[in-house]
Structures are given as structure tokens and as C-alpha cells.
């Protein structure tokens, strides 16, 4: 009988979490615990990191997993790489739900950079007002440009203020609206929107706003990732697990 494990965080997790439930397959969702109030699933959760690959290889034995689905974001690349070498370790079986990267269409106006501290580098312009929809965790890098306004998206108030002399906090969790986003790039006046080129919907309607009002944008590309059973959909997934993958066990003697 497949135990599956679905590293989650995403639409599409939470998409293939509400799947797995309706199929009656045994999963466990997983969260890492970066927010205070995570979406409810419709599979038992685990919140929380599992003490780096070593602890992912005891939990997959220890709950007896026979499919890792790694559905988190393209962002998350620690826990991404953690799986791929936790799978190989067990033996368990293991695919990655993820959603193409973005491409621009006529009309964007993008600029890439490689990682974080490039799109920081990209910065050091005139004064601008940027709209950086990067979330809480990678925001204190960008106190080397201190000369901006910064418009800040997190999903959670944070317990202290940003290290950004100029800046307006929203509180948010989207998925987002494009009239909404284009609302707030308005009301605050924004020269340049700051992205991570997370691909899917739910991040999408800033870029779509963007284009409507003319900004440019400075697109952060996403990391490497190691190679891996990949699908861009849930449906995928659950073929995947449902029709013979052969359950992966570590080779007992
Ligand atoms: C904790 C789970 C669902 C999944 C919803 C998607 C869509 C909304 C868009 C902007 C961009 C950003 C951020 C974002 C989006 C979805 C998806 C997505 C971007 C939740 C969630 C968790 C997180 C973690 C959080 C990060 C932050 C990133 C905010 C839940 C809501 C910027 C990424 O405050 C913090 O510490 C937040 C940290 C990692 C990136 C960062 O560097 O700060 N996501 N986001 C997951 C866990 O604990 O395991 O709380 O319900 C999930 C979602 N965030 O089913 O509803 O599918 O991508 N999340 C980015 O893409 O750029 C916001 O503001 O325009
Ligand atoms: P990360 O940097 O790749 O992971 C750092 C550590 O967090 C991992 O080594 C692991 O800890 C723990 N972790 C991450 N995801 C986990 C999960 N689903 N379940 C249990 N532990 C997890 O990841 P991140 O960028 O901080 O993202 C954390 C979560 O937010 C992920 O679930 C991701 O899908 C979600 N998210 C991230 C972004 C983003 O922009 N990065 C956007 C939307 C959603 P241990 O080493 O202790 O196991």
C-alpha cells in the first residue's frame, strides 16, 4: 500500500493534497513552519524541518514512506536537494511537483538576475520606489540599498520592524488578484517590481499588473535544481503514484 510523503508549501501541493484525500491514498502533508497559520490541508500534517538529510532518511524509514513527492516551491532548494538525496538513500520513490518557470510575453519588461544579492547589486540606481515581493526571509539583504522606498509583501507581521529606512509593510498571504496588485502598485506610486520567478498562478498577477501599467521588473531566476522525475502537474503525480510506481523500499536482507 503506498505512505506518501508531500513536501508541501504551494498551490500545487495543497492541489495534489486535496487528490491524494479524495483517493483515500495514505499521505502526510509537510510544512516547514515558516508561517504562523499555514492553509489547513485535507491529510494529516507535519510541521517542522526533519534535522537535515539524515533525519528525512530516519523519518522515511521510520513512517515507512514508500513515495516522496517533493512539491515544494522552486525557491526551496535546501529541502529539494535534501530529498533527492534522502530518496537515493532509502530507496524510496521520488518525483518533483513543480510549475514551469515564467517567460515573458509581449509587452514585459524584465530583467534578470541570477540569485538574491544580484537583484541587490541590480539596486544601486537612483532612488527608486520598488515593490520587492520576495516575502520575509531574504528581505534584510536589501538594507545595502538603503536609498529606495520599499513597498514589502510578507505573509506574516514580522516581530520586528525590516531594516529598510523607507519602507510600507502589507500583510498578505495570496494567491493575488491582478486588479488588487495593480490597486497597490498604483496607490504607491511603484517604478519596479522585484520577483522570484516562482512560475504558477498564485504569484502570477504581479507580473500581469506590471505589464498593464507599463513597469519593468527585475526577475530573480531560480536555482539549480539536482535532475529528478519532474511533473508540472498534480494529475501527473498521482498517476505516477497510483498506477505502479513501483513502491521504492530500501533493499531489506
Ligand atoms: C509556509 C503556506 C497555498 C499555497 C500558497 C504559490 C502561491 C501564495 C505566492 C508576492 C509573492 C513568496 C512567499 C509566495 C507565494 C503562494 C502559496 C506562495 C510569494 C505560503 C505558505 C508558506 C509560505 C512560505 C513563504 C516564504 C516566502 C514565500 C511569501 C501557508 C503562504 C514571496 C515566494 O514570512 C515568511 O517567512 C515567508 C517565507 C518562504 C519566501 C521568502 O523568501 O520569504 N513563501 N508561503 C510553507 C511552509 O512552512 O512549509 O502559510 O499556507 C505558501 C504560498 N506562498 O496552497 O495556499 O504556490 O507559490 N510565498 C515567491 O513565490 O516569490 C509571495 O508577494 O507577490
Ligand atoms: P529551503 O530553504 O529549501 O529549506 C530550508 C529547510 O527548511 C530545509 O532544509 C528543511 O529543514 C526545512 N523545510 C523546507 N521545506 C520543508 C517542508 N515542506 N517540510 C519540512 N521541512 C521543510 O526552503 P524555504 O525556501 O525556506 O521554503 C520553506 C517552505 O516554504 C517550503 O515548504 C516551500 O515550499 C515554502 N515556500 C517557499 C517559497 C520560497 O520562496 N522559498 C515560496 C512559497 C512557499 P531540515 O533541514 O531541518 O529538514
Excluded: C
Excluded at 537515493?88 to 534578470?112: E, F, I, N
Amino acid at each position: 500500500m503506498p505512505n506518501i510523503l508531500l513536501l508541501g508549501g504551494t498551490t500545487e501541493a495543497s492541489a495534489l493534497a486535496e487528490m491524494l484525500a479524495r483517493h483515500g491514498v495514505r499521505a502526510t502533508f509537510s510544512y516547514a513552519g515558516r508561517t504562523a497559520n499555514p492553509r489547513g490541508q485535507p491529510l494529516p500534517v507535519r510541521i517542522g524541518g526533519f534535522g537535515g538529510v539524515s533525519g528525512l532518511i530516519d523519518y522515511l524509514r521510520a513512517q515507512d514512506v514508500t513515495h516522496l513527492v517533493d512539491a515544494t516551491h522552486p525557491f526551496a532548494a535546501t529541502m529539494s536537494a535534501h530529498a533527492v538525496e534522502a530518496a537515493r538513500a532509502t530507496g524510496v520513490a521520488h518525483a518533483a511537483l513543480t510549475r514551469a518557470p515564467w517567460v515573458a510575453v509581449t509587452g514585459d519588461r524584465w530583467s534578470h538576475v541570477a540569485d538574491i544579492p544580484g537583484a541587490v547589486e541590480a539596486l544601486d540606481g537612483p532612488v527608486s520606489r520598488v515593490m520587492l515581493a520576495l516575502g520575509r526571509m531574504h528581505v534584510d539583504a536589501f538594507a545595502a540599498r538603503p536609498q529606495h522606498h520599499y513597498l514589502l509583501r510578507f505573509v506574516d507581521a514580522p516581530d520586528a520592524p525590516p531594516a529598510l529606512p523607507d519602507h510600507r509593510l502589507v500583510v498578505d498571504r495570496g494567491p493575488f488578484t491582478v486588479e488588487g496588485d495593480s490597486r497597490l502598485m498604483q496607490e504607491h506610486r511603484i517604478d519596479l517590481i522585484v520577483a522570484k520567478n516562482s512560475g504558477g498562478e498564485g504569484a502570477a498577477a504581479k507580473l500581469a499588473a506590471a505589464r498593464a501599467l507599463g513597469l519593468p521588473v527585475l526577475m530573480i531566476d531560480r536555482p539549480a535544481m539536482p535532475d529528478r522525475i519532474t511533473f508540472h502537474r498534480p494529475e501527473e503525480a498521482l498517476d505516477w503514484i497510483g498506477h505502479g510506481a513501483s513502491p521504492g523500499r530500501e533493499r531489506g536482507v
